[in-house]
């Protein structure tokens, strides 16, 4: 299945580097082919259109130059499996890495030694963050937004102090100092934002706020029917994180197409123009009353 990897031979893999769930799927590979791995952290939004090739790709899009292997969990990425030479897409799976972490077991034994890092991605990456887990996501994506080559250090980390809990993701020497930065710089403003009330539907532009701090902030989103936030790219795009409950008449995912965006039915993301706004909270005050609110 994975004859690419035993093979040997300089690989280019890209995985998705804002999360846990990315991080250690890269590092599985990383526990399985320790050298001559070319490693790519990316984001959906930059390998959706990119003309690049990999040989793996992990838990992201199929790039448009395509690529030999992807590992992936996500309903969305189904309609471009024709950039796929060999497709392992299973969206009954919480996490990439639970599906990469059954097709490795197989033949390389030593994996099943992670067996309980792989239940903490899977938490994690199903929407059930606690504070300190949240805290990690977000000085990753810090990292990933200003030092993208560190990334690799987190995932070796990963496999060097293998997380059981929340809290063993904040000590990991790689992103300590960065999560003991964003506590001091943010954590009051941050606490004030998470002691909203509650209601039908609540979306976040963040002004203030760095936008890597949003794993935080969806904290309070299983008091919302649907919750969203709103941040401002480089190039004045907004990226929209959007969140849904079960009992929510709109799925995230549902927002999340109609601006060209994709991932899990009640979590994923999209990109749009500051122009559609107006159409976005049409969209959502046809089914809940919504809120917006800067921070």
Not at 85 to 104: K, N, V
Request: proline share 6%.
């Amino acid at each position: 299945m994975f004859e690419i990897v035993s093979k040997g031979g300089k690989l280019s893999v890209a995985s998705h580097g804002e999360d846990l769930d990315g991080l250690f799927s890269a590092a599985l590979i990383l526990l399985v082919q320790p050298e001559g791995i070319s490693l790519h952290f990316t984001a959906p939004y930059e390998i959706k259109d990119s003309p690049n090739t990999y040989d793996i790709v992990l838990d992201l899009p199929p790039p448009m130059g395509g690529t030999k292997i992807l590992v992936d969990h996500h309903e969305s990425n189904l309609s471009m499996l024709n950039r796929v030479e060999r497709a392992y897409l299973r969206p009954e799976y919480p996490s990439t890495a639970r599906l990469l972490y059954d097709i490795l077991r197989k033949w390389e034994p030593s994996v099943e030694e992670y067996s309980r890092t792989v239940e903490l991605v899977d938490e994690t990456d199903t929407g059930n963050l606690d504070f300190s887990s949240a805290l990690f996501t977000s000085a990753v994506r810090k990292v990933f937004k200003l030092r993208r080559r560190d990334l690799e250090k987190v995932a070796r980390d990963l496999l060097i102090y293998p997380p059981v809990t929340s809290e063993d993701l904040t000590s990991l020497p790689s992103i300590k100092g960065e999560i003991d930065l964003i506590e001091r710089e943010y954590g009051e403003q941050v606490r004030e934002v998470l002691v909203v009330g509650g209601g039908d539907a609540l979306l976040v532009q963040l002004r203030s706020l760095p936008s890597y701090l949003v794993p935080i902030l969806q904290l309070v989103a299983q008091k919302y029917k649907f919750f969203g936030t709103i941040t401002t790219g480089s190039d004045g795009a907004l990226r929209l994180s959007l969140r849904s409950r079960p009992d929510s008449p709109l799925s995230a995912l549902e927002v999340a197409e109609a601006f060209g965006g994709g991932g899990h039915k009640n979590a994923a993301g999209a990109l749009m123009m500051p122009s559609s706004m107006y159409e976005l909270l049409t969209m959502i005050r046809e089914h809940l009353e919504v809120e917006l609110i800067t921070v």
